[in-house]
């Protein structure tokens, strides 16, 4: 099971862009990143997948590089709303259970 | 609309208690969670299911019970064994299928107190 490494918490400012990296040296090969998004006393919700290179949604991009190691969750214009906490996981794409949701990164966005 | 329901939203049990919180989904999942959220931490798994009738234990199940009769249905049980059960239980559910990456979709949560 991969472990992932992210910072405990940023600090933004309205407008800006937001780049969250998250450290994962133990993947394995069948293993997908993903990000989620938590706001306080909601459920985590899915904003972005990837495997390899750079995905891009409506919301935000996930850039990974060749060795995949490490994933950077970028986040265009934050706004007040985009505080929250952000969590990266690291697991296979089909018959697997135990994921490892870690402490996330605590993102604040002033004014 | 589809999505997944956790009911209620605040729940308080007394000493020596047990309570079951409710958590449907009508997403026609086949694989189902719960997790325990302390405050400031992450989410940590107690149970999952991946079909009807089966369940495993997560990281943290001791003092939790579960069933899954129903695809839609996978109550959580908190028993008097839990001694600090002060937390907030979270559901998800994924389709378990190749094309959904494990890609976890989640309830709004019960804030479990103890009186």
């Known amino acids: 099971l991969a472990k992932t490494t992210q910072p405990i918490s940023m600090d933004s400012y309205e407008g800006q862009e937001v780049n969250i990296t998250c450290s994962h040296n133990?993947?394995?090969?069948?293993?997908?990143i993903t990000w989620y998004q938590q706001f306080p006393s909601q459920g985590p919700r899915f904003i972005i997948q990837?495997?390899?290179t750079k995905v891009t949604n409506e919301v935000a991009s996930l850039f990974i590089p060749a060795d995949r190691k490490s994933s950077t969750l970028s986040l265009p214009r934050v706004s007040l709303s985009d505080t929250a906490v952000y969590y990266c996981?690291?697991?296979?794409?089909?018959?697997?259970?135990?994921?490892?949701f870690g402490s996330g990164t605590k993102l604040n966005v002033k004014p | 609309d589809g999505g997944i329901t956790q009911s209620p939203k605040y729940l308080f049990r007394k000493e020596g208690q047990n309570v079951t919180l409710s958590c449907e989904q009508n997403?026609?999942?086949?694989?189902m969670y719960w997790y325990r959220q302390d405050p400031g931490q992450g989410l940590r798994l107690i149970y999952y299911?991946?079909?009807?009738?089966?369940?495993q234990k997560g990281d943290i199940a001791e003092g939790y019970s579960v069933s899954r009769e129903k695809k839609e249905s996978f109550p959580l049980t908190v028993t008097s064994a839990q001694k600090n059960p002060t937390a907030f239980y979270l559901c998800?559910?994924?389709?378990?299928?190749?094309?959904?990456?494990?890609?976890?979709?989640f309830g709004a949560g019960t804030r479990l107190s103890v009186l």
């Open positions: 998800a559910s994924n389709r378990g299928t190749v094309l959904a990456k494990n890609i976890q979709y």
């Open positions: 133990n993947i394995a090969t069948n293993d997908y």
């Open positions: 996981l690291v697991a296979p794409g089909v018959n697997f259970n135990k994921f490892y």
């Open positions: 990837g495997y390899k």
């Open positions: 299911s991946q079909i009807v009738n089966d369940f």
């Open positions: 997403l026609n999942h086949d694989a």
